[in-house]
């Protein structure tokens, strides 16, 4: 690897000014990112209905987006080192923002797919190389906190991009929601740009393919990290499917629930994050192989719970699915960060790869099956998901620890 120059600045301390800057910057980063990708997913059934098309076409807006980031997480890293982690990040989120604003008033539907597309290309710029800006620029025992912020951001920007989406198509349509949701991208963009310090201990770099396809190669030799992808792929696909298509269920008969009421349940992701802290402290105090099973169990529960008829049930099903999809997510997340050892970056970036990969590959089949079998056809497609990923878990709990395993864990973004 070729060195150009060598960091010399001290790192950013926790609790002085720069500190609050940059956690403050990281906190819009998160926001901007997942409000953008997935605002669209409670518009599905509005795109259906305009351009008559089935669930699973729809849901193209959303497969199109998360696709291409998933591809283009693994090489945004490359990127960032040769021109750097921030400004990679503005470049990535003021263009996903101006991709958003085009997509609201671009005629026909290729159009939004491509501008969906490109989207996805840009975002990628952002979670693939946070962790690597913040741990650069941030002094060690302060980067749990910056990143802290980073994750709750992601967390409250996928719950209110698909809110504030809702509201507004109800109110005014759908494009004018994609409007305000591009607008707040652009103004989030900007705050960035203005709080993210500049980058002091940078130090572009040009990596070998050899040494990286060698340093890949021993992550999937690895006897856990194959499995903990396909987890990966697995949940990601259930939690999406469920979520792409409960819109379509609650718009039609015997509920017809308004689209602000659908953007409404979007709010069960503050469940999401109250469980992802409690089972990724559950998981440290007793260990991951003991408890991963059980918020699998409890994803296929609340799957179950959701095929029944009554309101109140649909919604709790989906409630327990948040609970669970968001518990094995924390858990598998931080297992792979712990198990890779001198590869973390690597490895984060291939569970994020395998991550929105089931959001793409695996929420447009779900679609397939409410065209040709209705709820009952999502419900059996994400059972079969979730037993999968339960039968995973227990070869999980086979598998046994490295002998020497860092001991600070690494945790993804909440989608």
């Known amino acids: 690897m070729a060195v150009t120059r060598t960091p010399i600045a001290t790192p950013i301390a926790i609790g002085t000014p720069a500190y609050r800057r940059l956690t403050l910057a990281m906190l819009f980063a998160g926001f901007s990112t997942f409000s953008l990708l997935y605002s669209v997913q409670p518009l599905l059934p509005l795109f259906a209905a305009q351009y008559r098309l089935t669930a699973e076409a729809a849901s193209l807006a959303v497969s199109l987006a998360t696709g291409p980031l998933a591809i283009g997480i693994l090489f945004a890293g490359f990127v960032s080192d040769r021109v750097g982690r921030r400004p990679l990040m503005v470049a990535a989120m003021f263009a996903a923002g101006a991709l958003t604003l085009a997509a609201a008033v671009v005629p026909g539907w290729s159009g939004l797919l491509v501008l969906r597309f490109l989207t996805g290309v840009a975002l990628a710029g952002v ?5 690597a800006y913040v741990a ?10 910056a990143m802290g912020l980073y994750i709750a951001g992601s967390a409250l920007g996928g719950m209110a991009g698909r809110l504030v989406v809702s509201v507004v198509a109800d109110l005014e349509g759908w494009r004018w929601a994609l409007a305000a949701v591009g607008i707040a991208g652009l103004a989030m963009a900007e705050a960035f740009r203005r709080l993210a310090p500049p980058s002091r201990n940078f130090t572009p770099s040009v990596g070998r393919p050899g040494a990286l396809l060698r340093s890949a190669g021993s992550l999937f030799t690895d006897r856990a990290m194959p499995l903990l992808y396909l987890e990966a792929f697995l949940l990601m696909g259930v939690f999406v499917t469920i979520y792409n298509y409960a819109g379509f269920r609650l718009m039609s008969p015997p509920y017809a629930l308004s689209q602000a009421a659908v953007g409404g349940v979007f709010l069960l992701y503050v469940l999401g994050s ?3 802290a409690k089972f990724g402290t559950l998981a440290g105090r007793l260990g991951r192989r003991k408890v991963f099973w059980v918020p699998v169990v409890l994803l296929i529960g609340g799957v179950a719970l959701t095929a029944m008829t009554p309101l109140v049930l649909v919604i709790a099903g989906i409630a327990v699915v948040t609970i669970g999809f968001f518990g ?4 598998a997340s931080a297992w792979v960060g712990r198990r890779a050892q001198g590869s973390r970056g ?12 089931g959001s793409s590959v695996l929420g447009s089949a779900g679609g397939f099956a409410w065209t040709h079998a209705g709820w009952p056809g999502v419900t059996a497609f994400c059972l079969l998901l979730g037993v999968a990923a339960l039968v995973i878990g227990l070869v999980l709990r086979t598998v046994p620890p490295l002998v020497m395993e860092p ?3 690494q945790r993804m973004p909440d989608p």
């Open 274 to 276: 109250v469980s992802s």
């Open 407 to 409: 001991s600070v864990p």
């Open 127 to 131: 979670p693939a190389v946070a962790m």
């Open 136 to 145: 650069e620029e941030v002094d060690a025992g302060a980067v749990g906190a």
């Open 346 to 357: 690597q490895a984060a970036a291939f569970y994020l790869f395998f991550y929105y990969m």
């Open 328 to 331: 094995a997510h924390s858990i």
